[in-house]
């Protein structure tokens, strides 16, 4: 279908339908109904099997109209991706519709105090007790995990085969007593994440994705939309200007809880916008050491925009993999990062020592130098992208590995 | 503004980077540098006289195939991947931009077409090679055109046919024409660290010289980022040679019964190493791109030449390192992108001086 095309048929279709006084999920029932909530989907599940570029048409008619659209933002988008790339219809029936509604949402229970970068070493178990799964153990960094009504969780159902064949992919149900939710502070003051224990906690057969022992491939399925942004949809979705309507209390309620993980993730990033500002009103921009720390990191800035821009361009042109462009230009924002907190703290000297609203620009300066150390880290270290760069982009030789055989012999974190 | 290159661009990589192969391989490298005159004339003649790789930016009205900046930058990138040894830099990059960007059209139409095609051998005269600031300070012209002074270093001075001198004096700075062996010029061979580019100290006492156009600072500013441009390509090839030569190396040499290669502490600095020569390489094209559009950032030749120098420079001491002992030895090929590596990082400016020179643009004088 042309761009055109679509234009026409989904203004036409919210000229109809779209309407500001309704409940929010009674809106996204209609919007089901008329199969706009996820155009890229197929056909059979809410769908039409647009492209992703067909899917932008409609989205931004979306926007051009004000109307509110399925929900996205959050964990949520990883859920429905991995269980229509691998759930059985059952699953699907039961779980997609409420997803896109905004009925239901999603965390991830992937990582464990015991396996970070080695994730498919998790040791959480699974084992199944008249007709039940019954998982125990423990799940950490989980976003939104203590607002969600379920869990994407992989655990270990089979201890006796090589780690990533004993792996199992459970949609597990939140709201149960065994699963508690707890907040964890991070260095930076925020509380992003939660840890999860699992005790006991039961997930019934049927939710079990995509078969026993063939939870690492799902669980890449999951990774793969990860890494593409689906759960970190947060900006881009909000609608303009102050609108007027229920609905649209509703919708910035859910785009609110969904964005507030993420409110220090430009501090993060390092703030390279605000260094030449900060240069100037502090005078530091007369100093000759300052100036060349500066001048390297718009050198890494503007290099590493320029080289993603081409790398992107040759990826259009189908000439590039994606993961390990992913890891070059996830390695280039830690160097990034990590420059533009060292050339900030040049600019403040001795002010570096203070933070909130005593602190240089209300405290985002001193949140910029306890926020950078996660950069390398989240979402794989510093160390896994050189470790991805050296062997799948360089072709350099696998280190030898000790975690070969049963995974009951391996050993690890007590 | 060219965000990628074009069919032909690319077509140009591939004939230079075939003939230079064949042309110029590691041997012939050290056969070249060995000798005084440093490079192969029957070589030049194929590369230059032939194939026209002098004169990829001169208008095809002076004998060139009408390309720019990028041009340019393609042949000098694949000229430093192999290392070449001739007075190529000096004669198409320096003199032939110089003569472009500052001769008068007489001048040009006069001077250019030998630069071009190979046939005369150029070198550009600069009596300070920090900055732009401070050249013109120590050679003059007087009123009758006869040049005095002395230019500390001068690139493959010692086979010039013709010496492009940026003399100040009577009429401010100018560009002046003089031939190779003129009465009064005294050309001195220095002792170098990188044999493979010659450098000579050049005395004027009283050398007739030809003024050929005037050089404002603006004028002088656009042959130093052109140059600097160019010297970033070069920069960018050798880097890349190192790159590659040590990757394959820590693949194939054994040690503890593996290949070194699959050592963590040797794929991180690999890994991070890929990382600056991506990002040297994006800004190095990128200035080609901005003198050829005429627009953008006035900065991007001296972030190229920062960033490719630093690079450069990493690749190399990777190069030495990852090799271990064998790697410091004369037999082996890597000292010789190294020692080029050292003369380009401090060549037109050092990568401190580009960073400040950066700064000033965006920011003006600290």
């Known amino acids: 279908m042309t761009p055109d095309r679509i234009r ?50 409609v989205a931004e008619v979306f926007r051009e109209k004000d109307a509110v659209p399925a929900a996205q933002v959050g964990p ?35 990582s464990e105090p015991g396996s970070g970068s080695d994730l ?41 085969v090589p780690k990533h064949q004993g792996i199992s992919y459970f949609l597990l149900d939140m709201r149960q007593p065994g699963v508690e939710a707890r907040p964890l502070r991070q260095m930076n003051g925020h509380q992003s994440f939660n840890e999860v224990f699992m005790t006991n906690a039961v997930v019934a057969p049927e939710d079990l994705i995509g078969g026993e022992g063939n939870g690492w491939h799902v669980a890449k399925t999951t990774l793969s939309f990860e890494r593409r942004g689906f759960s970190r949809r947060v900006r881009g979705s909000s609608i ?33 916008d605000l260094v030449l500002p900060r240069a100037r009103e502090t005078g530091a921009i007369a100093d000759p050491a300052t100036r060349q720390e500066i001048a390297k990191l718009l050198c890494l800035y503007t290099g590493a925009r320029l080289a993603s821009d081409s790398a992107e361009a040759s990826r259009k042109a189908g000439t590039t993999e994606i993961i390990p462009a992913g890891s070059i230009g996830k390695l280039a924002a830690s160097v990034i990062a990590r420059q533009a907190s060292h050339v900030h703290t040049m600019i403040s000297g001795a002010d570096a020592m203070l933070s909130g609203p005593d602190s240089a620009a209300d405290g985002i300066i001193a949140e910029v130098l306890v926020s950078v150390p996660a950069i390398s880290i989240a979402g794989g270290t510093d160390e896994i992208q050189r470790n991805i760069i050296s062997e799948r982009v360089l072709g350099m030789p696998k280190g030898y590995r000790a975690d070969q055989g049963p995974f009951r012999d391996i050993k690890r974190n007590a | 503004m060219q965000t990628e290159f074009s069919k032909e661009q690319n077509l140009l990589r591939d004939i230079v980077s075939r003939a230079l192969r064949d042309k110029s391989p590691a041997t012939a490298v050290r056969e070249s540098m060995e000798t005084d005159r440093g490079y192969d004339p029957a070589v030049w003649q194929e590369l230059c006289g032939d194939a ?69 051998i150029a070198t550009l005269v600069l009596d300070d090679l920090n900055g732009p600031a401070g050249v013109g300070a120590s050679i003059t012209s007087a009123a009758d055109g006869k040049l005095s002074g002395t230019a500390a270093m001068v690139l493959d001075a010692h086979v010039a046919d013709l010496l492009l001198v940026v003399a100040g004096g009577a009429g401010g700075l100018g560009l002046h024409a003089v031939e190779g062996g003129a009465p009064g010029l005294a050309v001195e061979p220095l002792q170098v660290v990188d044999p493979t580019r010659k450098l000579s100290r050049v005395a004027f006492s009283d050398v007739p010289g030809r003024r050929v156009g005037e050089v404002t600072g603006d004028t002088l500013n656009r042959i130093w980022d052109r140059i600097c441009s160019a010297l970033a390509h070069e920069m960018i090839g050798g880097a890349q040679h190192l790159f590659e030569t040590t990757v394959n190396y820590t693949k194939e040499r054994f040690q503890f019964g593996r290949p070194i290669g699959s050592f963590q502490a040797l794929k991180h600095r690999c890994a991070d190493l890929l990382l600056e020569i991506e990002i040297a390489r994006a800004l190095t094209h990128h200035s080609a791109r901005c003198l050829d559009a005429g627009a953008g950032e006035p900065w991007a030749a001296s972030m190229a030449k920062a960033a490719a120098a630093d690079a450069c420079m990493s690749a190399a001491r990777a190069g030495i390192q990852l090799r271990g002992g064998i790697g410091f030895t004369w037999e082996n090929d890597t000292h010789l992108w190294f020692k080029r590596a050292k003369g380009s990082e401090v060549l037109f400016g050092t990568p401190a001086i580009h960073r400040e020179r950066m700064m000033t643009m965006l920011e003006g004088a600290a």
């Open chain 1, 8 to 57: 026409s048929e989904v203004s036409a279709w919210l000229d109809a339908n779209w309407r500001t006084d309704r409940p929010l999920i009674e809106w996204r029932e209609i919007l089901l109904d008329g199969g706009w909530a996820a155009p890229h989907w197929p056909e059979e599940w809410y769908g039409r099997g647009f492209t992703l570029d067909q899917t932008a048409v």
């Open chain 1, 240 to 272: 303009d200007g102050a609108k007027q309507g229920p609905i649209y209390e509703e919708y910035e309620e859910e785009l609110r809880i969904a964005a507030e993980p993420y409110t220090w993730y430009p501090q993060r990033e390092g703030r390279v």
């Open chain 2, 52 to 120: 026209g790789l002098a004169g990829v930016h001169v208008a095809e009205v002076h004998g060139g195939a009408g390309g720019g900046a990028v041009e340019l930058g393609i042949v000098a990138e694949e000229m430093g991947r192999t290392l070449f040894c001739g007075p190529w830099f000096a004669s198409a990059a320096m003199a032939g931009t110089a003569l472009l960007e500052a001769a008068n059209d007489s001048d040009r139409e006069e001077l250019l077409p030998g630069v071009a095609d190979g046939s005369t």
């Open chain 1, 76 to 110: 949520r988008g990883l859920a429905s991706e991995t269980i229509l790339a691998c759930g059985s219809d059952d699953q699907k029936r039961r779980f997609l519709r409420p997803i896109l509604t905004g009925e239901h949402t999603w965390c991830q229970l992937f």
């Open chain 1, 120 to 160: 498919a070493g998790l040791s959480t178990r699974a084992e199944l007790k008249d007709g039940k799964w019954i998982i125990n153990g423990q799940k950490v960094w989980n976003t939104s995990a203590h607002h969600a009504d379920f869990g994407l969780l992989v655990a270990r159902t089979d201890w006796d």
